[in-house]
Structure formats: structure tokens, C-alpha cells
């Protein structure tokens, strides 16, 4: 999962696209980047950390021009700790390129092989993102007449890449000379959405994973590009736009809604925070069926993605809402942060319990999803050396118990804790009294309730579906010895350093 970026504007664009990454930092944690495009040079600079932490005075003075990309970097299955895999990626044949990507190929490696032994393109990396840019140029050249490009160019490349690429991607590039490119897979399971402002200058652009981004630097969004679609910005600030899938279908990522987005975004029509209100709702109703409600003195959230669905629960049920919890703001995500032992380390950093709303109480404690179990665990821990009596846990999602293969880090199914457990069995893992979960139909109509033109949904964390059509047994094995492997190395280098 990453946060991804690109302004077409009419004055420097530097500063604009950092601003944007800081209200998507909560997308990618690992590093961020930003490229920019002045008198026919592209300038970039991209590191490991937070955009606070990676960009200095003299990093953006280094980065001239009125248009440019940035992304911050969420790392998944198959990429490494390497400065080499963060983004803005980079070619220079046929034509100079730029480009993002927020999402991950699920036949990444078929790709690969081919650029080499038929392309005859390198790729430097282990980056499904590499493979996907140099994909993306190799059409380019293909559909380009005599070395020139105009939009039916483009739009054909796109279309080509729709045909070779499988899996989530969400894409910005740039072409040397020409414009600002962003693309959408034909499910749509990674959002993008474009936004304008109008200047004294003429008409910005800014195309972002998620409306905030717009809305916070004072866009207006005007729409979310459609999966499948290509949308084309000239270096006049002219728009164009083309479907380019032949059989596109909006199935957007129902992770999305429950943790990733922030909640003042819009994403596919549906406000988040609204999304989140409604989850509340129908996992009130799962609570009444399931607990005992005259044993719950009080509902507290796991702060923050949890809030509103924790409050409209509240609501609903007619319970007391309290914040039992005060989250560090300076910590990081914890369900991204990689490697088991610092998220379990980093939850008691992050979280912090008011013994006065615990002492004696009967609580249930709302939170977005149970991944791993780790964090959950903890917290339960927290809440009952604070005084409670009983601490009953409710997820506003529903049991984990498949991989997931689009951008989302948790590939390995024994790193899941409800695969192979009943409720009740997760419930004394995590140490709970009682554990309600979400029902998948009931989550996705909280989502639809809200747009009745979303069909369906990616999902497959939830039911094992996978919409690409493309993963089996032998791909997750695949996957999970990878991650394996990675995880050894790291513990290996690790240790050599130490040493």
C-alpha cells in the first residue's frame, strides 16, 4: 500500500507535493520520494523515512519545475529494504519517464521474463513496479509512429498494459515533453481520483490516491478515475481521458474502507468516515445478537481508524462512549510496520490507557480489524492492568483468514490468526471475555449503502476470492517462501551488523 501523487500545475510544483505526501503519510511509512520536470530534466530525490524526515531545504531546491510526482512507500511481498525500490522509478528509453505505482502485480515475475528474453529490457530491481514501468515504455514504443507520441499513442499503451498486467496497480507518470499520464487497473482495487484549481495561469491539475490530498492543498476533486480509464495532461494543462480496458468493473478494495483511507477522504463516492459509521451500525446489531448487553458498562474505540464505527456502536446500542486509550501521535502504523517483534513493541509506544475509565468497568473495546492478533492482544493486556473486569472485544471487519495479494502486507497465512480458529478460539488468543466480528455481507453493504453502484468488491483477505482470476495454492506457496526467505536474510544481516 502507498500513497501516490502528480501536479500538472503552472508555477513550482516542490512544495506542492510534499504537502500532498504529508496528508498521505499514513499510506507508506518506509520512504518517499518526489520527481519533478523542469526545462526537459527531470530532478528527483527519494530516501528512507517520513516526508519530514527525508526532504530538507536543500533536497527541494534541488527540484525545479511545474509538474512532477511524488510517492510515499508502503513496502509488500516482494520488495526489499533497498533505497533502489522507492519511488519515483525512472527510464530513459524510448522516452524519458517518471512514474508511481500504489498497488501490487500478481504475475510481476512472467513479466519480468519477458521484458528480458522478448523485450529486451533490464530491470535493476525487485520491484513489481520497475517491471511495470518498463512494461508501460515498451508500449509505448510500440504505439509511438516515428519516435513521436500524441494521446491516441498513450491511450493505446495503456490499453496494452491493461492486456499484459495483472493484479492492483494505481499509476502517475510522466513523459519527458509531453504530460502527465495516470492510469487505473480495470477492477479499480487501488483508488485515484483527479482534482483542478483554478489559477490566474490557467487550469492546475493533481491527480492523488485519496481526496484529501486535493482537498487539502486546495484543489477542488472533480472525479475518481475509472478503472480501466487513462487520463492524459499535455504540458498546456489540456485533458483528455479514455477507457481503456476492455471489460473494466469497479471492485475497489474493501480494506480501504475499513482502515487504510483516512476518513475526511472520498473514495469512489463514498466518504470514509460515512463508510465507517455505517460499519458501526450493523456490528452493533452482531454485538446485540451476540453479548450480553446489560454486562457492557462502556464502549471505547482503539484510536483512530476505529472511532466512528466505535461511536455510532455506542450509539445505537445506547451505552456509554469513552476514550480509554491516548495514542502517541509520533509512532507509526503498527499494522504496517514490518517484522512481528516491532509492531508488538511499538503498540504499548503507541497506545497509553486511563486507568480512571478501566477501574471496575465492564468495556468493550472496538477496533478496525484483527490481523495478526498482536495488537489485539496487547490492548487487552493494557485494558485489564488498568482495572477492568471484563474487556469484550468487536471488530468492525470480519475474520482475516486469507493473504492478501494487492498491495497489502500480510501474504502468509500462519501469520493470521483466525486461520484455523474458531471465534471463541481467537477470543482466548487474544484474551478477551467475548469477541464479536463483522459479517463480510454486512460490511460491504455499509460500503453500498452509500454508492448502490458498487456491485462488489476485492475482498478476498475476507473470503478467499481473488478477482484477477490468477492466484492458487501454488502462487500463495510461492509467496510465503519468498517472504520466508526475506525474513531470514534480514535476521542474518541484521545480526552481522550487530556483530
Request: glycine share 8%; charged share 25%.
Amino acid at each position: 500500500m502507498c500513497g501516490v501523487v502528480g501536479v500538472a500545475g503552472n508555477g513550482p510544483v516542490n512544495q506542492l507535493i510534499y504537502d500532498s505526501l504529508l496528508l498521505l503519510q499514513h499510506r507508506g511509512q518506509d520512504a518517499a520520494g518526489i520527481s519533478t520536470s523542469h526545462e526537459q530534466f527531470f530532478n528527483m530525490y527519494k530516501a528512507h523515512g517520513l516526508v519530514r524526515d527525508v526532504f530538507r531545504t536543500r533536497n527541494m531546491r534541488s527540484l525545479p519545475g511545474n509538474s512532477g510526482l511524488g510517492q510515499v512507500r508502503y513496502p509488500t511481498a516482494g520488495s526489499s529494504d533497498s533505497v533502489d525500490e522507492a519511488q519515483p522509478f525512472y527510464v530513459n528509453a524510448p522516452f524519458g519517464i517518471t512514474f508511481v505505482h500504489n498497488g501490487n502485480l500478481t504475475n510481476w515475475r512472467e513479466l519480468r521474463e519477458a521484458l528480458f528474453k522478448v523485450d529486451r529490457r533490464h530491470i535493476n530491481t525487485n520491484s513489481d513496479s520497475e517491471v511495470l514501468l518498463n512494461v508501460f515504455a515498451h508500449e509505448l514504443q510500440q504505439a509511438s509512429s516515428g519516435g513521436t507520441l500524441d494521446e491516441d499513442a498513450i491511450f493505446t499503451a495503456v490499453s496494452s498494459v491493461h492486456r499484459r498486467a495483472r493484479g492492483a496497480y494505481a499509476v502517475i507518470a510522466q513523459i519527458a515533453s509531453y504530460g502527465l499520464v495516470a492510469f487505473r487497473d480495470p477492477h479499480g482495487i487501488r483508488p485515484l481520483c483527479l482534482g483542478s484549481v483554478e489559477t490566474d495561469a490557467g487550469t492546475e491539475w493533481m491527480v492523488a490516491s485519496e481526496s484529501v490530498a486535493l482537498t487539502g492543498c486546495g484543489y477542488t476533486l472533480v472525479r475518481d478515475i475509472e478503472p480501466g480509464e487513462a487520463v492524459f495532461i499535455d504540458l498546456d494543462g489540456h485533458l483528455s481521458s479514455r477507457q481503456c480496458a476492455e471489460q473494466p468493473a469497479l471492485t475497489p478494495c474493501v480494506f480501504e474502507y475499513v482502515y487504510f483511507a483516512r476518513p475526511d477522504s472520498v473514495m469512489d463516492n463514498v466518504s470514509i468516515y460515512n463508510a465507517r459509521l455505517n460499519m458501526g451500525e450493523y456490528l452493533a446489531d452482531n454485538v446485540a445478537k451476540t453479548l450480553r448487553l446489560g454486562e457492557i458498562d462502556v464502549v471505547m474505540p482503539i484510536p483512530d481508524s476505529s472511532r466512528p464505527s466505535a461511536m455510532q456502536l455506542a450509539s445505537r446500542l445506547g451505552l456509554d462512549y469513552r476514550e480509554g486509550f491516548i495514542k502517541n501521535r509520533y509512532i507509526g502504523r503498527t499494522f504496517i510496520m514490518p517484522g512481528q517483534a516491532v509492531r508488538k513493541k511499538s503498540v504499548r509506544q503507541k497506545l497509553s490507557a486511563i486507568d480512571m475509565e478501566f477501574r471496575g468497568k465492564n468495556v468493550l473495546l472496538v477496533d478496525d480489524s484483527i490481523v495478526r492478533g498482536t495488537t489485539s492482544r496487547e490492548i487487552v493486556d493494557m485494558a485489564k492492568a488498568a482495572g477492568a473486569r471484563k474487556v469484550f472485544f468487536a471488530s468492525a471487519a470480519p475474520p482475516v483468514r486469507f493473504p492478501n495479494v494487492y498491495g497489502i502486507d500480510m501474504p502468509t497465512r500462519r501469520e493470521l490468526i483466525a486461520v484455523g480458529r474458531s471465534t471463541d478460539e481467537i477470543a482466548r488468543e487474544i484474551g478477551a471475555d467475548g469477541l464479536v466480528y463483522q459479517d463480510l455481507a454486512d460490511l460491504e453493504q455499509s460500503i453500498r449503502d452509500l454508492n448502490p453502484a458498487m456491485l462488489s468488491f476485492e475482498s478476498s483477505c475476507f473470503n478467499g476470492q481473488y478477482v484477477t482470476g490468477d492466484i492458487d495454492d501454488n502462487y500463495l506457496d510461492r509467496l510465503e517462501r519468498s517472504r520466508g526467505e526475506r525474513a531470514t536474510a534480514g535476521e542474518m544481516a541484521t545480526t552481522e551488523k550487530d556483530e
